[in-house]
């Protein structure tokens, strides 16, 4: 299969998996169409507000393509993307094959090369007495995060200094005494991360399927995991593509299984580690039994040549173990209550979703042996019942005897359906669609909508998108952009040609936003206090000179045709064109300080009314 065909295998596979959803009660349809707040005849601003929020911004004409096939239409369209035709961003996908692939593909022909390579060089480099190569950007622990404690706290304060937190910036290999051919199977390695970043660059400037685009980039905040966690990029091209992507605006209960099995978030909060401490108690028993067994037969002197020949090579990099030690390892092993807490705080009920430490605990114990087949080497989700705590457990007052896998599926559906829940999803998309302290009013619609339609997104977005709330005054202009929404809407406003989405990857991480680089487990803030300060402010600005300028190699905005001068008249074209004719007139008089057409075009998108949605 060629890699074009692939890209277009996997993206038809999404339409079909958003076309699986579950059946939306008819009365609950009818109901949210009557309530619609969407206005029959809309003016610029209205369709402006409507396409900063649904996506990243208009782009030249699309304001008047909307108004022709009106705004509800619109509306209704983005809330059903499958039926969008997306050929020509297809076509630019095909130019990144490994987003089409799958872990094991990705483990086997781009990461397990580039490791076995460094094995042989540290293992050639030990017996020569010289100093081997040293891998960057290596498996670090998930960092702490403010006020957190207990055992999902833990975590490395050497993690800041981590090449791996390039997390989506893939890098220049650095290893020292790296061969040229670890060096170039490095690079291949960092091809992963390119494609995927670049991609979902590409993606958000060029789909017409823009509310999908905002959905992926909100979802994927909200189950966030960590580029620069150990194995967690090897993951993160499933992750996104099959975990997230299919279910933003499907079943919340779906897409909360799919992250609860993926072993991006298996590994990013250590579940893969987690087991019953009994389980694992009994194991230590049984290996120190067959141990003084062995002894005691003298099966433990030392193996003779042909014995010591047929071991595995040392590796330098991860000393052997005695028996003794192993045994203790198996004996440190024991409950890890990371992904438990998370997943209430995090991912459904809220921090104060009325969970106790005691609920933690069970939930931790629920997944017990959910874990990763060869979680080193791109394996798959398994359920390890060896390991599992088939005990009776205790969550929210719900008593769960259900026993091995089972028990973590029926927590899952617990959480998906608590009314804690259905409000915090429901503040989290109002906060995101609406503004940063969003309408009760709003949030309740929303949140009963999620209960009676059982996690329907699609609804539950819609209540949000169509409410009265959404298309008041107090909304407009009422959400500060963040630096992805602020990157990809100033290349869509200006119309720039973009060849090479490189440069502006590289401008979001300048940003403090890079792709899959939000290291705790809460992903990036989405409120003003997040992002407004003055050195963002001041970085914003020279991110917007660099566009306008041509310094960003394979972006090019047409500069002529939206400024051909800096005389008032192209003052006000630009203005129209990249502000939608409002300026306040101290951002006017800073217009007209401009001293060439791309300082204008720079000073425009700098100015304080772009940075607002």
Same mark, same amino acid.
């Given at each position: 299969m060629t890699n074009h065909s692939r890209v277009l295998g996997r993206v038809a596979g999404g339409v079909v998996a958003l076309a699986l959803v579950v059946v939306v009660p008819a009365a609950v349809v009818d109901a949210q169409k009557a309530s619609s707040a969407v206005p029959k005849t809309a003016d610029t601003a209205t369709i402006a507000h409507v396409l900063n929020r649904l996506g990243y911004g208009p782009a030249p004409g699309q304001i008047e393509k909307v108004r022709a096939m009106t705004l509800a239409a619109y509306i209704?369209?983005?809330? %059903?993307?499958?039926?969008?035709?997306?050929?020509?961003?297809?076509?630019?996908?095909?130019?990144?094959?490994?987003?089409? +692939?799958? @872990?094991?593909?990705?483990?086997?022909?781009?990461?397990?090369?580039?490791?076995?390579?460094?094995?042989?060089? #540290?293992?050639?480099?030990?017996?020569? !007495?010289? $100093?081997?190569?040293?891998?960057?950007?290596?498996?670090?622990?998930? =960092?702490?995060?403010?006020?957190?404690?207990?055992?999902?706290?833990?975590?490395?304060?050497?993690?800041?200094?981590?090449?791996?937190?390039?997390?989506?910036?893939?890098?220049?290999?650095?290893?020292?005494?790296?061969?040229?051919? +670890?060096?170039?199977?490095?690079?291949?390695?960092?091809?992963?991360?390119?494609?995927?970043?670049?991609? /979902?660059?590409?993606?958000?400037?060029?789909?017409?399927?823009?509310?999908?685009?905002?959905?992926?980039d909100f979802w994927f905040n909200h189950f966030n995991v960590f580029a620069g966690k150990g194995e967690v990029r090897v993951y993160l091209t499933e992750y996104e593509r099959d975990a997230i992507r299919p279910h933003v605006l499907g079943s919340f209960r779906d897409m909360l299984g799919a992250v609860a099995e993926?072993?991006?978030?298996?590994?990013?909060?250590?579940?893969?580690?987690?087991?019953?401490?009994?389980?694992?108690?009994?194991?230590?028993?049984?290996?120190?039994?067959?141990?003084? #067994?062995?002894q005691a037969r003298g099966a433990m002197r030392r193996p003779g040549r042909g014995q010591a020949m047929r071991q595995p090579p040392p590796n330098p990099a991860e000393p052997s173990r005695t028996p003794a030690e192993r045994i203790q390892q198996l004996r440190n092993r024991?409950?890890?209550?990371?992904?438990?807490?998370? *997943?209430?705080?995090? %991912?459904?009920?809220?921090?104060?979703?009325?969970?106790? $430490?005691?609920?933690?605990?069970?939930?931790?114990?629920?997944?017990?042996?959910?874990?990763?087949?060869?979680?080193?080497?791109?394996?798959?989700? #398994? &359920?390890?019942?060896?390991? %599992?705590?088939?005990?009776?457990?205790?969550? *929210?007052?719900? @008593?769960?005897?259900?026993?091995?896998?089972?028990?973590?599926?029926?927590?899952?559906?617990?959480?998906?359906? %608590?009314?804690?829940?259905?409000? &915090?999803?429901?503040t989290k998309l109002a906060r995101r669609f609406i503004s940063d302290e969003p309408p009760a009013s709003v949030v309740q619609r929303a949140a009963r909508v999620f209960t009676e339609t059982k996690g329907d997104l699609r609804e539950v977005t819609r209540a949000i998108i169509t409410s009265p709330e959404f298309?008041?005054?107090?909304?407009? #202009?009422?959400?500060?952009?963040?630096?992805?929404? &602020?990157?990809?809407?100033?290349?869509?406003?200006?119309?720039?040609?973009?060849?090479?989405?490189?440069?502006?990857? $590289?401008?979001?991480?300048?940003?403090?936003?890079?792709?899959?680089?939000? $290291?705790?487990?809460? !992903?990036?803030?989405?409120?003003?206090?997040?992002?407004?300060?003055?050195?963002?402010? *001041?970085? /914003? +600005?020279?991110?917007?000179?660099? +566009?306008?300028?041509?310094?960003? /190699?394979?972006?090019?905005?047409?500069?002529?045709?939206?400024? =051909?001068?800096t005389s008032e008249a192209s003052r006000n074209a630009v203005v129209d064109a990249l502000l939608l004719g409002v300026a306040s007139d101290a951002t006017r008089g800073t217009l007209a300080k401009a001293d060439s057409p791309q300082q204008l075009i720079a000073l425009t998108l700098g100015s304080p009314e772009f940075q607002k949605r």
């Open positions: 209704d369209q983005q809330l %059903h993307p499958e039926g969008i035709p997306d050929d020509a961003l297809k076509a630019k996908l095909a130019a990144y094959p490994t987003i089409a +692939l799958s @872990t094991s593909e990705i483990a086997r022909e781009y990461v397990e090369p580039a490791e076995a390579l460094r094995r042989r060089e #540290q293992r050639a480099a030990a017996a020569a !007495g010289t $100093q081997p190569a040293t891998p960057a950007g290596r498996p670090a622990a998930r =960092p702490k995060r403010p006020g957190q404690a207990g055992q999902s706290a833990g975590g490395d304060p050497a993690m800041a200094g981590d090449p791996a937190m390039a997390g989506a910036a893939p890098q220049e290999p650095k290893e020292r005494n790296a061969s040229p051919a +670890l060096r170039a199977a490095r690079q291949k390695e960092q091809q992963v991360l390119q494609d995927l970043t670049q991609a /979902r660059m590409v993606r958000a400037i060029s789909s017409d399927r823009q509310l999908e685009e905002v959905l992926v993926s072993p991006a978030m298996l590994f990013y909060l250590d579940n893969f580690q987690s087991v019953d401490p009994k389980a694992m108690g009994r194991q230590a028993d049984q290996m120190e039994e067959r141990r003084r #067994q062995a024991g409950l890890n209550e990371n992904y438990a807490r998370e *997943l209430m705080e995090l %991912h459904t009920l809220g921090v104060d979703g009325g969970y106790t $430490q005691a609920d933690v605990i069970a939930v931790a114990r629920a997944f017990t042996g959910w874990t990763i087949d060869r979680p080193r080497n791109g394996g798959s989700f #398994q &359920f390890d019942a060896a390991v %599992h705590d088939n005990e009776p457990k205790v969550v *929210l007052g719900k @008593t769960i005897t259900a026993g091995g896998k089972r028990d973590g599926d029926l927590v899952l559906d617990l959480l998906a359906a %608590h009314p804690a829940t259905a409000t &915090f999803i429901a298309f008041s005054a107090g909304a407009r #202009q009422a959400k500060v952009k963040t630096p992805l929404e &602020f990157v990809v809407s100033a290349v869509r406003a200006s119309g720039a040609n973009v060849i090479n989405p490189e440069p502006l990857v $590289q401008g979001l991480r300048g940003l403090g936003m890079p792709f899959y680089g939000a $290291q705790p487990p809460t !992903g990036w803030g989405d409120s003003a206090k997040d992002w407004v300060n003055t050195g963002a402010l *001041l970085n /914003r +600005l020279n991110f917007a000179v660099q +566009l306008s300028s041509g310094r960003m /190699r394979g972006v090019r905005v047409n500069v002529r045709s939206l400024a =051909p001068n």
